[in-house]
C-alpha cells in the first residue's frame, strides 16, 4: 500500500468516524480536533484491520504520542517495515 | 447546620413524553406510553410478557462526537436531561465548573445494549472481534456512566455519586443529593436516574413471575397498580432529573423554586433480596416524616412505587395505611409508562412536581376495580383538581432497599 492510499484510508477514518473537519496533513489533532487517548485507541483497533496483523502491546503505547497526520502514516510505515525485516 | 434545599429545575424523558407539556398532557388525557415489546431477534421469543414502556419518538441530542464517543444509550438520555436543566438554570459556568456543583445520578448497570454487544463479541470465537473490545466499551457501559457523561460535558468538577440500588438508583440519587446540600458538602447538586430499552432486564423479571402477561394484546390495560386484575410490573425506560439548591443562594439569584425537599429516608429489610417487607416499607415512611418533622396528616399526595405485583401492591398499601391512613390521594403514576426502573423514583418526582404546579392529581390507570387488600387507602381515581402542599414519593427496590422523598410546594417559598 503506498503512502497515499493509506493517508487516504486514515483521512477516511478521521473524517467520517471521528469526525474531523478536514484534518491537515500537520495540524496538531489534539490541539485542533480534540483527539485523544480514546481515539488512540480507537485508531489502533482501525490500523490492524488496515495492515491485517496485530499490533504489539510496545508499538500501541507508542502511538499514545501521535500529534498530526503525518505522524499517524509515518506510525503504520514503521509498523509495516518492522515486519518485513 | 442543616440547610434547607429547593428544587429549581428539572427535566424528564419519559414512554408519555418528554418536556413538561408533553408529560401534562399525557397526565390530564389519561395516555398510557405501554407499547408492544420490539424483537431483539435475541430473548423476545423465550419472554412471556410482550410489553414495554416505551420512548419511541425521535429526540433531537445534537452531542459532538467528543462526547458522544463515550456514551451508550443510557448516556444519551442522562446526558439530555441534564443539558435541558443546566441550560433552563442560569447557573453561570463558573459555578458548574467551581466544584460545588455534584451529580448524583444512575442507572440499575449502564448500557444493557453495550454490555450485550461485548458479550456476543466473546461468543463469536473470533480473534479480530475480541480485539475490537476497548476502553470506550467499558466507559460506555460501566455502572457510572451516566454520571461521569455529565459531568465531561459540563466541565462539573464537584462530587459524585452512583447510587446503583435497582429501582431505587434515582430516589437514593436525589436523596443523597439531598444530603450533600443539606449538610453542605455541596452547594447544588444534579440528581436523578436513566435507563435504557432493555429485554434483558423484561426477561429477568418474566422469570421471577414478576411481569404482565396476561395484556400483551391489549399493551395499554397494563400495569394495573392495586386492581383486583393486575398481573405484574411492566419494564419501561425513560430518565430525569433535578437541580438541588440550597434556598438562600437559590433565592439570591432569582431561581424559580418548584418545591422545596424537606425529608428523605432510606433504609433496608436486612433479609430476603425479593420479597416487599412491611416493617421495612413501613419504617422508611415514617422514618422520612421524622426527618422533615412533620405528621402524617400534612401530606396531601402520595406518589405510590406500586409496580402492580400481587404481592408487592398489598405490602405498600398496608403500609400506608399504618402510617397515613386514608387520609391522602394516592396514584400509582408506573400506570402511565411502565416500571422505567433505575429512572422511576425521579420521573415521579417530576411527575409530583408537574402535578403540584398545576394543581391537579392524575389518578392512577387501569386501576377499574381495587383489590380488596387495597381499598383502605384514599385512591385516586378520576383526574382530581386539588392544591398539594406536601407530597411523598416512595419506591423500593430488590436488594430489601427502601427510599421516601418528602416535598412541599415550592409556590410558598418563591
Do not use: W
Request: aromatic share 8%.
Amino acid at each position: 500500500m503506498t503512502r497515499d492510499e493509506l493517508q487516504e484510508k486514515i483521512l477516511t477514518i478521521l473524517e467520517k468516524d471521528f469526525e474531523f473537519d478536514h484534518p491537515g496533513l500537520d495540524e496538531n489533532l489534539r490541539d485542533e480536533h480534540g483527539f485523544d487517548s480514546i481515539d488512540a485507541i480507537e485508531l489502533l483497533a482501525k490500523i490492524e484491520k488496515i495492515i491485517g496483523f496485530s499490533i504489539a502491546r510496545e508499538e500501541k503505547e507508542k502511538a499514545m504520542s501521535i500529534g498530526t497526520l503525518n505522524d499517524i502514516l509515518d506510525y503504520i510505515e514503521a509498523l509495516i517495515s518492522a515486519r518485513k525485516s | 447546620m442543616a440547610r434547607r434545599v429547593v428544587i429549581t429545575g428539572c427535566s424528564a424523558i419519559t414512554p408519555i413524553g418528554y418536556g413538561r407539556a408533553d408529560i401534562i398532557d399525557s397526565l390530564r388525557k389519561g395516555r398510557s406510553g405501554v407499547k408492544p415489546l420490539r424483537d431483539d431477534g435475541l430473548l423476545t421469543d423465550y419472554i412471556h410478557s410482550r410489553v414495554f414502556g416505551t420512548v419511541d419518538y425521535s429526540i433531537d441530542y445534537g452531542f459532538s462526537r467528543q462526547y458522544r464517543k463515550t456514551m451508550g444509550p443510557v448516556a444519551y438520555y442522562a446526558c439530555r436531561v441534564a443539558r435541558d436543566v443546566l441550560e433552563a438554570s442560569g447557573l453561570s459556568s463558573e459555578f458548574i465548573t467551581s466544584g460545588r456543583l455534584g451529580v448524583s445520578f444512575s442507572s440499575t448497570h449502564g448500557s444493557p445494549t453495550v454490555q450485550r454487544d461485548i458479550y456476543k463479541t466473546f461468543f463469536s470465537n473470533s480473534k479480530s472481534e475480541f480485539s475490537s473490545i476497548g476502553a470506550v466499551d467499558y466507559l460506555k457501559s460501566m455502572v457510572h456512566t451516566t454520571a461521569v457523561n455529565i459531568t465531561r460535558m459540563f466541565g462539573i468538577t464537584g462530587r459524585i455519586i452512583a447510587s446503583s440500588t435497582a429501582c431505587t438508583t434515582s430516589s437514593q440519587s436525589i436523596g443523597l443529593g439531598y444530603e450533600m446540600v443539606k449538610y453542605g458538602m455541596q452547594d447544588a447538586m444534579l440528581c436523578g436516574g436513566a435507563d435504557e430499552y432493555d429485554t434483558t432486564t423484561v426477561a429477568v423479571f418474566d422469570n421471577l413471575l414478576a411481569c404482565s402477561i396476561a395484556y400483551n394484546d391489549t399493551p395499554q390495560a397494563t400495569p394495573r397498580p392495586f386492581d383486583q386484575n393486575r398481573d405484574g410490573l411492566v419494564v419501561g425506560e425513560g430518565a430525569g432529573i433535578v437541580l438541588l439548591e440550597e434556598l438562600k443562594s437559590a433565592k439570591d439569584r432569582g431561581a424559580d423554586i418548584l418545591a422545596e425537599v424537606i425529608g428523605f429516608a432510606s433504609n433496608n429489610n436486612g433479609g430476603d433480596l425479593i420479597l416487599p417487607n412491611l416493617d421495612g416499607i413501613t419504617a422508611t415512611l415514617q422514618l422520612a416524616l421524622d426527618d422533615a418533622g412533620i405528621a402524617p396528616g400534612e401530606v396531601d399526595f402520595i406518589s405510590a412505587h406500586a409496580t402492580a405485583t400481587k404481592m408487592g401492591d398489598v405490602i405498600e398499601a398496608q403500609a400506608i395505611d399504618a402510617i397515613y391512613g386514608s387520609s391522602p390521594l394516592v396514584t400509582g403514576l408506573k400506570s402511565y409508562m411502565g416500571h422505567t426502573m433505575g429512572a422511576c423514583g425521579v420521573i415521579e418526582l417530576i411527575l409530583t412536581l408537574y402535578m403540584m404546579k398545576e394543581g391537579f392529581i392524575a389518578p392512577t390507570l387501569n386501576l377499574d376495580t381495587v383489590d380488596e387488600r387495597c381499598s383502605m387507602l384514599r385512591h385516586t381515581s378520576d383526574l382530581t383538581r386539588t392544591e398539594t402542599n406536601i407530597a411523598a414519593v416512595q419506591n423500593f427496590a430488590f436488594g430489601g432497599v427502601n427510599t421516601s422523598l418528602l416535598i412541599k410546594n415550592g409556590r410558598q417559598t418563591n
